[in-house]
């Protein structure tokens, strides 16, 4: 028996065992990530859902998730649309995430590029002598600038509120519009379909200055009402207008498609309060940026103060960096055809949709009459200069065959959408977003063709 050197002691080799067995087992681990489970088990996977699993969990998208379902794809360009479910990708066209819209920003490349120093914007105040005191002067000016060069709203004789997104604006103008000394709530109605975040958003903190009261058409209560018109409508992309037909009324004008890619621009909007966003115009939902414009100077100012209590202010961050997006588009619109601007930002996002529009009605005309899809009215756009038709954000296609619950049905196909209930509808529809990235939006043409 060889003699062991006085040196390499017993405890030397028990050590040296211990790091060879605890190497073997982190490259069997390591493997396991790179290839797939071994036995069942992978330490990494354990660490937690992505995203997407975690809306797929949340809105219970999948009545019995498979067991073995993994996590998706950790790289920059994986959304929330892309769940896995075993070997086969869910098509994930529930929520209007924008993300078709990085095609054009990534070739546009540094011209949206800011820097924000350290000591920047670090004061609450942005313009004291402003209503909206926490508004970042060069963002008022630029959605100024872009609202003429689109020729969609008026902004003579309006005050700005800028808001964390649209969202946070909706309930500042319901906040400003509910009567104070009320002794019970104000009702509040869309015409169905409506958007399907306006009952639970109007509901959510059980305010006593406000309650929803459905669906717009069937309204009849005596007394004081908000209405939400929403135009182009989100889910069937109609152009809408007030359908109360009473006296007492405030309305609130959610105008987040109103943009040359959605629908024709006919006429500048001219309301007493209307709502935008950058989420849907230019395609940046996370910014988390909206505007109002607002006639009533009292509204503004009540509006101004439910977003101080509620937040004090608005990121200025996102407002300079919105600022200066919407301060590209609008140069796009001004040099389109140049060497700086091929096309503008609009042209680029109308032909993407036109595109997208005509493959799914091939696709739904080629199902043997079992989808079918609302047909919409072309109209004269200012912007284009020429009758066009419009392409709604989403599509509200309809299952027929006797088919009651489309959302299943389509979960069943590996496609998830929304269902026609959560908008005041009949479950036999389903809104579909048509703003995802390409691959997506292929993948869903695909798996419904496939659908007799």
């Known amino acids: 028996m060889a003699k062991i050197p006085s040196f390499f002691s017993l405890k030397h080799l028990l050590v040296l065992s211990l790091a060879l067995n605890v190497s073997l087992i982190m490259r069997v681990v390591f493997e396991d990530d790179k290839q797939g489970p071994l036995f069942g088990f992978s330490l990494m996977r354990q660490r937690g859902s992505s995203m997407a699993d975690a809306e797929a969990s949340q809105r219970t998208l999948l009545a019995k998730p498979p067991p073995s379902s993994s996590s998706s794809s950790s790289s920059a360009k994986t959304s929330i649309a892309e769940v896995e479910d075993g070997r086969e990708k869910l098509v994930n066209l529930d929520h209007g995430d924008p993300t078709m819209y990085e095609n054009y920003w990534e070739k546009i490349g540094d011209k949206t590029t800011i820097v924000i120093r350290g000591w920047h914007s670090m004061s609450y105040f942005s313009d004291i002598n402003s209503i909206c005191w926490f508004l970042e002067p060069e963002f008022a000016k630029q959605v100024v600038r872009l609202h003429k060069v689109v020729g969609n709203a008026e902004t003579e004789g309006r005050h700005i509120v800028v808001g964390t997104g649209s969202s946070q604006l909706y309930l500042a103008a319901l906040f400003a519009l509910s009567p104070q000394e009320a002794t019970e709530p104000i009702h509040v109605v869309s015409a169905a379909p409506y958007y399907s975040s306006y009952p639970s958003m109007t509901d959510y903190q059980k305010s006593g200055l406000h309650k929803w009261a459905g669906d717009a058409n069937n309204f009849t209560k005596m007394g004081p009402y908000i209405e939400l018109i929403t135009s182009p409508n989100n889910p069937d992309g109609f152009v809408r207008h007030s359908c109360v037909n009473k006296s007492g009324g405030a309305m609130i004008y959610d105008l987040a498609y109103y943009w040359p890619q959605y629908t024709p621009i006919s006429s500048p909007a001219d309301n007493d309060l209307s709502l935008f966003t950058v989420s849907k115009s230019t395609g940046h939902a996370g910014i988390r940026i909206g505007w109002a414009l607002v006639k009533d100077p009292e509204v503004a100012k009540r509006m101004t103060k439910f977003v101080e209590l509620n937040t004090i202010g608005v990121s200025k961050d996102s407002q300079i960096r919105a600022a200066k997006i919407l301060e590209v588009v609008a140069d796009s619109c001004e040099e389109s055809g140049s060497s700086e601007f091929e096309e503008s930002f609009f042209e680029f996002s109308y032909h993407l949709m036109a595109e997208r529009w005509q493959q799914l009605r091939e696709t739904v005309s080629n199902s043997g009459g079992f989808f079918s899809l609302p047909r919409f009215s072309p109209d004269f756009c200012h912007f284009h200069s020429q009758?066009?038709?419009?392409?709604?954000?989403?599509?509200?296609?309809?299952?027929?065959?006797?088919?009651?619950?489309?959302?299943?049905?389509?979960?069943?196909?590996?496609?998830?959408?929304r269902g026609g209930r959560h908008f005041g509808a009949s479950s036999s529809y389903v809104r579909v977003s048509m703003l995802d990235r390409d691959e997506n939006y292929r993948l869903f043409l695909k798996r419904l063709s496939t659908i007799r």
């Open 387 to 417: 009758i066009l038709q419009p392409h709604p954000a989403f599509a509200w296609l309809r299952c027929k065959d006797g088919i009651e619950d489309c959302e299943s049905f389509l979960r069943g196909h590996r496609i998830l959408t």
